[in-house]
T-cell receptor, first 110, second 115 residues
Framework: QKEVEQNSGPLSVPEGAIASLNCTYS??????FFWYRQYSGKSPELIMF????GDKEDGRFTAQLNKASQYVSLLIRDSQPSDSATYLC??????????FGTGTKLQVIP | EAGVTQFPSHSVIEKGQTVTLRCDPI?????LYWYRRVMGKEIKFLLH????????ESGMPNNRFLAERTGGTYSTLKVQPAELEDSGVYFC?????????????FGPGTRLTVT
């Protein structure tokens, strides 16, 4: 079992729709949860982080964390073609060693 | 503010040769990390420096890999001798103090190809 699991996609959504990206993790001791966006050939860019159960909103992005279910999600509202990228879920425990998922490719169709 | 920089951006070497990758973190970031992404796989942690000290090197694959961060500024990752399976993209990331800061900023990566 992978430590951080994501559906590789691609996930296709029409422009203006809500994109929902999901991630599960295996280590119950994980404390911090991150979403990175990676454009093709570029480096990962941190877009959201969440530490506590519940929702965290930042602009068009909402991160959701459910530690009991070991589940993290990212919602992107009003999706734009510029949101098309690979989204990496990442988790860390107490020692900052970040464990990444393989990423979900998002395609926003104009 | 300058971001994390890495050099070179690409490197093609033959099996058995030596390659040294360099990372310059964001100024003032005590924490420096090395990661590697092999094609089709997830990004994997290699090691973590706090200033010049190795905090965690549990991800280093074997003793052909040597990371240094003399003076606590830039870091180098040497692969000697390189093997075919070492091909991939090597990312460096940094984060500010304190040691508990986990919001890491990634460099553009070095794409290493071993032929």
């Amino acid at each position: 079992q992978k430590e951080v699991e994501q559906n590789s996609g691609p996930l296709s959504v029409p422009e203006g729709a809500i994109a929902s990206l999901n991630c599960t993790y295996s280590d119950r001791g994980s404390q911090s949860f991150f979403w990175y966006r990676q454009y093709s050939g570029k480096s990962p860019e941190l877009i959201m982080f969440i530490y506590s159960n519940g929702d965290k909103e930042d602009g068009r992005f909402t991160a959701q964390l459910n530690k009991a279910s070991q589940y993290v999600s990212l919602l992107i509202r009003d999706s734009q073609p510029s949101d098309s990228a690979t989204y990496l879920c990442a988790v860390t425990g107490g020692y900052q060693k970040v464990t990444f998922g393989t990423g979900t490719k998002l395609q926003v169709i104009p | 503010e300058a971001g994390v920089t890495q050099f070179p951006s690409h490197s093609v070497i033959e099996k058995g040769q030596t390659v040294t990758l360099r990372c310059d973190p964001i100024s003032g970031h005590d924490n420096l990390y090395w990661y590697r992404r092999v094609m089709g796989k997830e990004i994997k942690f290699l090691l973590h420096f706090v200033k010049e000290s190795k905090q965690d090197e549990s991800g280093m694959p074997n003793n052909r890999f040597l990371a240094e961060r003399t003076g606590g500024t830039y870091s180098t990752l040497k692969v000697q001798p390189a093997e075919l399976e070492d091909s991939g993209v090597y990312f460096c990331a940094s984060s500010p103090p304190p040691a508990g800061s986990v919001e890491q900023y990634f460099g553009p990566g070095t794409r290493l190809t071993v032929t």
